[in-house]
């Protein structure tokens, strides 16, 4: 297993932790520092970042805006701690070296194909992760102070080495 592979299992299981803990209503309650958006909201287009690289890149390309938007993950922790296994199990396996081809959409729905590879794209999705978990855990600390949110999630792993041995 290669180091992208373990550093995406383990974003996942932050993740998964988390999910073992949060009450269904600090899960999907609208919060207001969210602007109406959700914890599972966050939860879920995560998610679904992850489920569209695993389902699409095997035919060549992805394309993160052909999501499913399954509400289930923004709705139901358990739900999308299944969900969680799942793309762990899809990690464990071995990643394509293959190229793929990625449809981003852009100004006035314009769409451009960029040529990119798997590997490439889980560093995406650790770092897309990571910045999501990041709001996850500002607005659970301000709405839900009594759910323990470790201290390094949502925080990059750079920024963790870098603290680790940065003068005090």
Same mark, same amino acid.
């Given at each position: ?80 701690? /299944?969900?969680?296994?799942? +793309? &762990?199990?899809?990690? *464990?396996?071995? @990643?394509?070296?293959?190229? $793929? #081809?990625?449809? =981003? ?11 990119? /590879?798997?590997?490439?794209? +889980? &560093?995406?999705?650790? *770092?897309?992760? @990571?910045?999501?978990?990041? $709001? #996850?855990?500002? =607005? ?29």
């Amino acid at each position: 297993m290669t180091l992208l592979q373990r550093t995406n299992l383990d974003v996942l299981l932050q993740l998964k932790d988390l999910l073992k803990i949060i009450s269904p209503a600090a899960y999907s309650d609208p919060l207001p520092l969210l602007h109406g958006s959700s914890v599972g909201q966050h939860v879920r287009h995560t998610l679904e970042f992850y489920q569209c690289l695993f389902e699409q890149a095997p035919h060549g390309f992805v394309d993160y805006d052909a999501r499913r938007r399954d509400l289930r993950l923004e709705n139901d922790p358990a739900f999308s701690i /299944t969900r969680v296994e799942q +793309l &762990v199990e899809a990690l *464990e396996k071995t @990643i394509p070296t293959t190229q $793929i #081809i990625l449809k =981003a959409s852009f100004l006035e729905n314009d769409t451009e194909e960029i040529q990119t /590879t798997w590997a490439r794209e +889980l &560093v995406y999705m650790a *770092e897309h992760a @990571i910045h999501h978990f990041a $709001i #996850i855990k500002i =607005a659970l600390r301000e709405q839900f102070p009594e759910i323990a949110v470790p201290i390094h999630f949502g925080v990059a792993y750079s920024t963790i080495k870098y603290r680790e041995v940065a003068p005090a």
